[in-house]
């Protein structure tokens, strides 16, 4: 059986922890944290100082700069970036303009219906934070209309509701009148 040397290990016993620098706010030692959402940069004074920075960079990256294209709030150049989240397009005039575009979105959007319930919004893509895909009014407080399904523009030929939704099944696709009392099935 080797010995392992003591001495390799007493040099630099706390090297990692002053590598982290100090709290800019109180002048303590920062140190690594966890939480629910991953590991962070704390203050070692929390809960007397709460200044904390993320392990991670989150820089976006500006890509190519659209010439031909203004931004519908401040009229500057708009651009394509890569951000935390992947690719969008965004104001060059960022921080003071938070105009953003995902290209994705708006075309799925284009092609969805008016909203059946109040006639004065229309459906939208949204997604809930665990990621599951829903489509809502946009004039939501005022109309709180959901549906789980692809929303398609035909009136049902039962009881005359204006949207249909579109279902997989294992047969294919099917159109369902999304009024429980109707029972329509296509």
Same mark, same amino acid.
């Given at each position: 059986?080797?010995?392992?040397?003591?001495?390799?290990?007493?040099?630099?016993?706390?090297?990692?922890?002053?590598?982290?620098?100090?709290?800019?706010?109180?002048?303590?030692?920062?140190?690594?944290?966890?939480?629910?959402? +991953?590991?962070?940069?704390?203050?070692?004074?929390?809960?007397?100082?709460?200044?904390?920075?993320?392990?991670?960079?989150?820089?976006? #990256?500006?890509?190519? %700069?659209? #010439?031909?294209?203004?931004?519908?709030?401040? !009229?500057? %150049?708009?651009? %394509?970036?890569?951000?935390?989240? +992947?690719?969008?397009? +965004?104001?060059?005039?960022?921080?003071?303009?938070?105009?953003?575009?995902?290209?994705?979105?708006?075309? #799925?959007?284009?092609?969805?219906?008016?909203?059946?319930?109040?006639?004065?919004?229309?459906?939208?893509?949204?997604?809930?934070?665990?990621?599951?895909?829903?489509?809502?009014?946009?004039?939501?407080?005022?109309?709180?209309?959901?549906?789980?399904?692809?929303?398609?523009?035909?009136?049902?030929?039962?009881?005359?509701? !204006?949207?249909?939704? #579109?279902?997989?099944?294992?047969?294919?696709?099917?159109?369902?009148?999304?009024?429980?009392?109707?029972?329509?099935?296509?």
């Amino acid at each position: 059986m080797t010995k392992i040397d003591s001495d390799l290990f007493t040099a630099h016993e706390h090297a990692l922890e002053t590598e982290l620098g100090t709290c800019p706010d109180c002048d303590s030692e920062l140190v690594i944290r966890h939480s629910k959402s +991953g590991p962070f940069v704390g203050c070692i004074s929390y809960p007397n100082c709460e200044y904390t920075k993320s392990l991670i960079d989150h820089d976006i #990256e500006q890509v190519k %700069v659209l #010439e031909n294209s203004n931004c519908p709030l401040c !009229s500057e %150049v708009l651009a %394509v970036k890569n951000g935390r989240y +992947g690719m969008f397009i +965004g104001c060059t005039a960022f921080p003071v303009c938070h105009y953003v575009v995902h290209e994705s979105d708006d075309k #799925e959007n284009e092609s969805l219906p008016q909203c059946p319930k109040c006639k004065a919004g229309e459906l939208v893509k949204r997604s809930n934070k665990s990621g599951r895909t829903f489509y809502s009014c946009n004039a939501y407080p005022d109309c709180n209309y959901i549906l789980n399904q692809l929303p398609v523009d035909q009136k049902c030929p039962n009881c005359g509701w !204006s949207v249909l939704i #579109e279902k997989q099944t294992a047969t294919g696709n099917r159109l369902l009148c999304p009024q429980k009392s109707c029972g329509y099935k296509q």
